[in-house]
């Protein structure tokens, strides 16, 4: 079964740098979240779009903005890049609208902060 | 304090055991409670989700939910060293709660089969 996609898988950028990662939800999935998991640390939920708006916010600094487009893939752009910003980040997809809201997540893009 | 507690482990056991794993929350407006297995620097894969309190069983995992005491379990069953890994709870209000509901994660424990 087709899964979520996340591009890059590894991204190394320097302080103060800008940084785009893209994520490419499940065929069908109209939700997409954002997650970030720091070293020995449970996921952080950043911010979900539903059919290209914005839906929910969590602890997204920011600096941080995201759009869902309308083939339903998100991108995350961040901006002034700190060293704490190295994370990895998930992104996840469902389409259960009757509230379950099942969440799967991506293999995540690794970013670091040098 | 977190929304969501585990004790992060580890947790070691020999193969065959049962497993239990436990989280508690906080957040009375939590209705939807996953279950989530992650290995190291892999996306967490989604094991199993409950609605509200009650049981739930899927092969050798069976999820658990106690709203009236706020507690959330995992039984694994017949454990093997391919079920070690670092095993999160989650939970979130659905869309109750006005929208596409980020999940709130407990810190995860890591399961260690020994062979």
């Known amino acids: 079964a087709a899964g979520v996609i996340q591009s890059p898988r590894h991204l190394i950028k320097e302080k103060r740098e800008t940084a785009t990662l893209k994520c490419y939800p499940i065929p069908r999935h109209d939700t997409v979240y954002w997650y970030q998991q720091g070293p020995g640390q449970d996921p952080q939920f950043l911010i979900s779009?539903?059919?290209?708006?914005?839906?929910d916010k969590g602890s997204i600094p920011d600096r941080f903005s995201a759009q869902q487009f309308s083939d339903y893939h998100s991108e995350l752009n961040m901006s002034s890049l700190e060293l704490g910003d190295s994370a990895l980040y998930f992104c996840a997809s469902s389409s259960d609208r009757t509230g379950a809201d099942t969440q799967y997540f991506g293999p995540g893009t690794r970013l670091t902060v040098l | 304090q977190k929304e969501v507690e585990q004790d992060p482990g580890p947790l070691s056991v020999p193969e065959g055991a049962i497993v239990s794993l436990n989280c508690t929350y906080s957040?009375?407006?939590?209705?939807?409670f996953m279950w989530y297995r992650q290995y190291s620097r892999k996306g967490p894969e989604l094991l199993m989700y409950?609605?509200?309190?009650g049981n739930k069983e899927d092969g050798r995992f069976t999820a658990q939910v106690d709203k009236s005491s706020k507690y959330i379990s995992l039984f694994i069953r017949d454990s093997q060293p391919s079920d070690s890994a670092t095993y999160l709870c989650a939970a979130n209000e659905g869309y109750s709660g006005g929208g596409a509901d980020g999940l709130t994660f407990g810190k995860g424990t890591h399961l260690i089969i020994q062979p």
């Open positions: 409950t609605y509200s309190s």
């Open positions: 779009f539903y059919e290209k708006m914005q839906s």
């Open positions: 957040n009375s407006a939590f209705q939807y």
